[in-house]
């Protein structure tokens, strides 16, 4: 896609079309994103429109490559019940990850640990929790130690 005036590098690729940890750092989503080969704001194009860029904010929690596609679309259109949707979607995991986090790193609990009490605690299946689990520990090391 050519660059005009009604489209800008990406804000949050900085133009690459993929999000690496620089990125990730720069936009403070250590704990909820992990480094990979296609960016999701401009879905790997590297441009996105001037429009689109001013109306919604690059480090937009939501818009990532996992997410469901349909609840997406209607998000970006921002249909208001999408939006509350995410919204609700967003403060549970943001207390979910700030858990794991705590107890993983403050109160020294292990996998298993962690994993038992949110099942008890948060009703969150247990296979559910051990993905959650897994993946903020995983992002601890890889976007926070290094
Ligand atoms: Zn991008």
């Known amino acids: 896609m050519k660059k005009n005036k009604d489209f800008i590098d990406c804000p949050r690729c900085l133009g690459k ?11 403070r989503r250590e704990l909820y994103w992990e ?3 296609h960016c999701a ?12 860029a001013s109306k919604i ?21 921002r249909e208001p019940k999408a939006i509350r949707e995410v919204k609700k979607m967003e403060d549970f995991m943001v207390g979910l990850v ?5 107890l993983y790193v ?9 994993v038992d009490l949110l099942i008890k605690d948060s009703a969150v299946p247990k296979k ?3 993905e959650y689990v897994d993946k903020v520990i995983r992002a601890i090391f890889s976007n926070l130690i290094k």
């Open 57 to 77: 904010n690059p480090d937009d929690w939501f818009i990532t490559s996992d997410v469901d596609k349909l609840l997406l679309k209607r998000y970006l259109k």
């Open 128 to 130: 559910e929790a051990e």
């Open 35 to 37: 480094p990979g080969p």
């Open 98 to 102: 700030n858990c794991i986090y705590h």
């Open 41 to 52: 704001y401009c879905d790997g194009k590297k441009i996105v429109a001037f429009d689109f």
């Open 106 to 114: 403050n109160e020294d609990k292990n996998r298993s640990e962690i």
């Open 17 to 27: 079309g993929y999000v690496d940890l620089n990125d990730i750092k720069r936009l």
